[in-house]
């Protein structure tokens, strides 16, 4: 199956796509500067995790930060790379894998990791709960935001 | 009691960071050991309590949404009598934890000292029937266990 990665990219024929290593879409060559942390957690957990499918739901505008925050995150993975592994491992690989990220910008990330069996093609978001307000005015989320804006 | 190890942190915290002049004379050293028995600490308070959530905010008022579902679900199973750390009041825990657990976002949930995961394992253990059986283990009989009891009498 292909994986439904990369958003606002020019449709390619499947053939060529099965073809192409992912690898060729790196951050930079990624069309959309605007979210460069999204586009990299999307680079990095599909190189990290070879998921059969991949969901990134940049979820901040639903938390006490500015507009065009990229600080909260909402990950959906599906991989055959789960298999035999307890929720807790999975979701190691998981922050493993985005270890630069949370450590930098990302301040929340909400995860969903499913084999391919038990995903079984359709897309079951959890839904995020409300927003407290715990972080507005959280020195740590401030340093967050700004490392996500240089 | 939560008070008290809370207040010990603390106070150990405060200590530590008295013996810390900017020097090159091995203060770094007394750094290193300070952080360490903090690790040491929260080795404690993770096993002192059958849950252990380290939350932002408190559980009469959480600070945040994936608090307050964690908050939210050990309700819904009657477990009102567990240790509740808010990382908000203490930077030194609030980075300390995430040291000691290597995971990187709060709220975390220790079960019978164990660290079982965030929010979003916890409502997968809520939702898949796991979390009952993890505290039957403890020997908390889960308040959803005892409603559907009480259903098919």
Redesign the interface.
Known sequence: MLPTVLRGVRPIPTALASRRPLARFTPHMDPDRSRPVESSIRTKLTEGLQPDHLEVHNESHMHAVPAGSESHFRVLVVSSRFEGLP??QR??LV?EAL?EE??SSV??????VKTPAQWGGRTTL?K????????RG?P?VEEKLRAGRE | MNTFLRATARCLRTGAAAQLPRRTDGSSARFLCAAADFQKDLGEMVKKDKVVVFM??TPAQ????????VVQILRMHGVDDYAAYNV?ED?EL?EGVKLFS????IPQVYLSGE???????L???HQNGDLVEELKKLGISSALLTAEKEESK
């Open positions: 929720l807790i979701h190691r922050n270890k949370l450590s301040h929340a990330l909400a995860i969903q959890e995020s709960p409300p927003c407290m307000g715990g972080s959280d740590t | 932002k905010g959480p600070m945040c949404g994936f608090s307050n579902a908000l930077s609030r290597n995971w990187p976002t660290f079982v995961g965030g929010c979003d394992i409502l997968q253990m």
